[in-house]
T-cell receptor
Framework: DAGITQSPRHKVTETGTPVTLRCHQTENHRYMYWYRQDPGHGLRLIHYSYGVKDTDKGEVSDGYSVSRSKTEDFLLTLESATSSQTSVYFC??????????????FGAGTRLSVL | GQNIDQPTEMTATEGAIVQINCTYQTSGFNGLFWYQQHAGEAPTFLSYNVLDGLEEKGRFSSFLSRSKGYSYLLLKELQMKDSASYLCVGNTGRRALTFGSGTRLQVQP
């Protein structure tokens, strides 16, 4: 999986609680991404990072925050989880500066249930 | 807009050829990816087209026509392990990708 580890792989939590998902890479890629995948939708971008402490919003960023204090780690936080955030979350990495393709490599995913 | 449209489901027979089509609005994409995603797993990269024409990679080929906003993925000599979702993905060139909803392919014996 291109040296990408997501943790936890599964989590069940209650509405209103904070949740942090972690993505760790060993590829030294500059770009990291968080997506969510829901039935009937393609993967939708939540936030991405283009370097340490450099992040930007995606199309579904409301209710989520991110942090990147080290190249290898990208954290996604749900400040106060809601049932609509029940989803599968994928982390991805890419190295677009190493070529024009911007191929993204994905972690195994985190299945989050908010009850 | 950058909508991507592809069929929701397709069924094909082991050993046959199947073509999965994808259409998109022509503005905004620098190229088109195809990813494969088995149920419960991560998407994995299959192919990338930036120029018009056919790119062949073993049993899989991908075609792009930028002027028509059209791409297809061709799978030959289908195997049972090819049962998966196939995602058509636009590269906006701004570090983000735009994903279609995916085509679920079922290969039958």
């Amino acid at each position: 999986d291109a040296g990408i580890t997501q943790s936890p792989r599964h989590k069940v939590t209650e509405t209103g609680t904070p949740v942090t998902l972690r993505c760790h890479q060993t590829e030294n890629h500059r770009y990291m991404y968080w997506y969510r995948q829901d039935p009937g939708h393609g993967l939708r971008l939540i936030h991405y990072s283009y370097g340490v402490k450099d992040t930007d919003k995606g199309e579904v960023s409301d209710g989520y925050s991110v942090s990147r204090s080290k190249t290898e780690d990208f954290l996604l936080t749900l400040e106060s989880a809601t049932s609509s955030q029940t989803s599968v979350y994928f982390c991805a990495i890419s190295d677009p500066d190493g070529g024009a393709k911007n191929i993204q490599y994905f972690g195994a995913g985190t299945r989050l249930s908010v009850l | 807009g950058q909508n991507i449209d592809q069929p929701t489901e397709m069924t094909a027979t082991e050993g046959a050829i199947v073509q999965i089509n994808c259409t998109y609005q022509t503005s905004g994409f620098n190229g088109l990816f195809w990813y494969q995603q088995h149920a419960g797993e991560a998407p994995t990269f299959l192919s990338y087209n930036v120029l018009d024409g056919l790119e062949e990679k073993g049993r899989f080929s991908s075609f792009l026509s930028r002027s028509k906003g059209y791409s297809y993925l061709l799978l030959k000599e289908l195997q049972m392990k090819d049962s998966a979702s196939y995602l058509c993905v636009g590269n906006t060139g701004r570090r983000a990708l735009t994903f279609g909803s995916g085509t679920r392919l079922q290969v039958q014996p």
